[in-house]
């Protein structure tokens, strides 16, 4: 059973940084592609970024292209999500994902392994 712990999240005022964190454990994460996703409150979860497990891969949600960065250390088992340049309507729960097969995929339902989620807050 493959388990993931996001980490990072915070307050931080509109033009900040963070850096969110997701550890993996357990079952064969390894060979699938990683993603984040985000969600507030009333809606579903939004794709924000993905990485292909050899890491050759990335893509993005429009909203977050050229200020959000993913990244994986496969020595570590992590994926990271660099958020630069943070906007209000960034603020969200940030979820990790992780699949069983390796195909990359932006839509929620082709993701089974979830973290619990960190906040994020970006406030004005």
């Known amino acids: 059973q493959v388990q993931l712990v996001e980490s990072g999240g915070g307050l931080v005022q509109t033009g900040g940084s963070l850096r969110l964190s997701c550890a993996a454990s357990?079952?064969?994460?390894?060979?699938?592609?990683m993603a984040w996703f985000r969600q507030v409150p009333g809606k579903g979860r939004e794709f924000v970024a993905l990485?292909?497990?050899?890491?050759?891969?990335?893509n993005y949600g429009d909203s977050v292209k050229g200020r959000f960065t993913i990244s994986r250390d496969s020595s570590m088992n992590k994926v990271y999500l660099q958020m630069i340049n943070l906007k209000p309507e960034d603020t969200a729960i940030y979820y990790c994902?992780?699949?069983?097969?390796?195909?990359?995929?932006?839509?929620?339902?082709?993701?089974?392994?979830w973290g619990q989620g960190t906040q994020v807050t970006v406030s004005s």
């Open positions: 990485i292909t497990w050899d890491g050759a891969t990335t």
């Open positions: 357990g079952g064969t994460y390894r060979t699938a592609p």
């Open positions: 994902a992780t699949r069983s097969g390796a195909a990359a995929a932006t839509r929620e339902s082709a993701y089974v392994y």
